[in-house]
Nanobody, 121 residues
Framework: VQLQASGGGLVQAGGSLRLSCAASGRTFSRYAMGWFRQAPGKEREFVTA????????DYADSVKGRFTISRDNAKNTVYLQMNSLKPEDTAVYYCAAARILSSSGNVYDYWGQGTQVTVSS
């Protein structure tokens, strides 16, 4: 599975962005998908994940109520809708694919190249 993240950019605090992660390969629908982020000087952290069916999701406490993950298996794409953005959301966002839903990056087999999100105050 190859993953291509897009949709990042510069936005003011309180604004919104929608990230997309397009996957190649016919087995996309078999994978749980996750979003992680890494800010400068910080470790990579879990943001959210969704099962292959889309029925179950998991969110980091820091983004609950503001971010929403979804997927369209027919389009081989997973989305991250980010609302009420804060300066502390500034990071490079990565999408990843795993066999199971997990908040641990070690479980993920495939990673996209990342897309920069910058939130100005």
């Amino acid at each position: 599975v190859q993953l291509q993240a897009s949709g990042g950019g510069l936005v003011q605090a309180g604004g919104s962005l929608r990230l997309s992660c397009a996957a190649s390969g016919r087995t996309f629908s078999r994978y749980a998908m996750g979003w992680f982020r890494q800010a400068p000087g910080k470790e990579r952290e879990f943001v959210t994940a969704i099962t292959w069916s889309g029925r179950s999701t998991d969110y980091a406490d820091s983004v609950k109520g503001r971010f929403t993950i979804s997927r369209d298996n027919a389009k081989n794409t997973v989305y991250l809708q980010m609302n009420s953005l804060k300066p502390e959301d500034t990071a490079v966002y990565y999408c990843a694919a795993a066999r199971i839903l997990s908040s641990s990056g070690n479980v993920y087999d495939y990673w996209g190249q990342g897309t920069q999100v910058t939130v100005s105050s």
